[in-house]
């Protein structure tokens, strides 16, 4: 209890937080008639960490861009509820994705800019989320004079500093190494703790996701559904303990048969 | 362990020499390099002036042949005034030709990047006017404009103008694709996108198509100028040339061709150092390694 008053955004119980995105049985179906993803639902509210796990091609990405407005669903609805917009929304994609003639200061400042805001007026709000991402000595460094995992913390500042209200990060620890994705797995846990963020998650890694997420939607693929959803009832902040405990280990087990399943032929899960 | 810590000592001290041999032989080479990058050229020059200069005196070759570049030297200091006007002028076209070519090819390009339509319209002309040889588009160029010096800036304009259209074009389409797509969630507008995203981008593609239409303006100036023919006032280089030419003045052709020479050198350090420092802080083309 005590650990739940002492955060600035403390976590209700699921049924209780305010939603913040309804999909409504989305399909979207290609051009060439690929069918990449059918019937999708999903209600996000604030403060969950959902992970979207599947294999290749099962429209992890696609659901992202549908959420993003990248694209326009085929059939259902994508609903932003409770004020909430597209807007609003921050995004880190599998590469850092940053611009090479800016700063990191100037990049992470990127989203304000597009709103008419001045470096000058937003900097104290950039320095503070470099300092989250543990970046503040490097705002005047430029792209190539950092590691990758550095970059990839580069673009999650700025997908942080305008506060979003939800933020979707499509496989952004996969071109790294295990050890820097360990790392960035913990950091991104004591930042969704610290900010309370409300993010989606793809990935194709069971353990991250049991590591990191509250909810677990298993897709399959071809056509790309979502054939499970997983709950991972374990309270934030999470720390390295988590990674140990024997709930990880059996969730994580029943994650990857669920996954596995999804693979072999014929199987229709329900 | 004691072997262990033996023999890893006998080879670190074997190796150690030897190490500092390799790192010496490789800092002996790069001191000579950075010695040879300047000397080898001057030495390389001289000695191909001072092969020019015995040929001239062992094979007494008359000056209206071919003259000695004492001579030419001499030419040139002689002449300089009315060399330095036509230089003057030349410098004149080819700078005009150029900053037009910048701007329309630049203003070109972000015309097309923003309207696919435009972009189908126009690029024939663009391509028509860039294979048709300057040479011979160029008379009817002078029948249809009186205007001498608009004529050749015309002329340098249209051969200068088409590396930069097209390098700009390629590199503003060239943006990342998940920039782009960070753009349009961000909401951004089509100016911010151009500004924000797109120019950066297209920058170093820019910057290479400057380096090219540089040169070319020199040389679209000069070969207009050759056809346009009868001089007065307002005549550049290439006139002289041809007008040294007519009256066998061979060690002031000489005299303005090295003036050409040095133009095009001159242009070509400019565009390089504008590009180097424009991309010396980002770009791969810039950057230096070691
Ligand atoms: N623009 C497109 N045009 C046609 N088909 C597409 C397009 N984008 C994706 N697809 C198809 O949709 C399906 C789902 O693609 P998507 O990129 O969403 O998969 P994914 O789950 O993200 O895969 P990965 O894990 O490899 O990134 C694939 O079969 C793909 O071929
Ligand atoms: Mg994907």
Redesign the pocket.
Known sequence: MAITAARPDPIPSPELREPVLRMQEVDKTFNGGVVALRRMSLEVRKGDFISLLGP?GCG???A?RLIAGLMRPTLGKIVWEGGASRDDLGVVF?EPTLMPWATVEQNVWLPFRVRGESLRSTRDRIMETLELVGLEKFAKSYPRELSGGMKMRVSIARALVTNPRLILM??PFAALDEITRQKLNDDLLSLKAKTGATVIF?THSVFESVFLSDRILVMAARPGRVIREIAVPEPYPRGIEWRTSPEYAAIARQTSDTLHSTLAPGSEAH | MTAIDSSTAASSTDKGPMFDEEEERIARAKRVESVAKWALPIIVMSLAIWYWDRLVVWNDIPHYVLPGPGLVLSTLIEDWPILSEALLVTLKITAMALAVAVAGGVGLAVLFAQSRFAEMSFSPFAVILQVTPIVSIAPLIFIYIDNRIVGLLLCAWIVAFFPILANTTLGLKSTDHNLSDLMTIYRASRWQRLRYLQLPSALPYFLGGLRIAGGLALIGAVVAEYVAGTGGIGSGLAFRILEAGYRLNIPRMFAALILIAGTGVLIFATTTLISHLALRKWHESALKRD
């Open positions: 290749s992890k990405s696609t992202l599998q499509d496989e793809v």
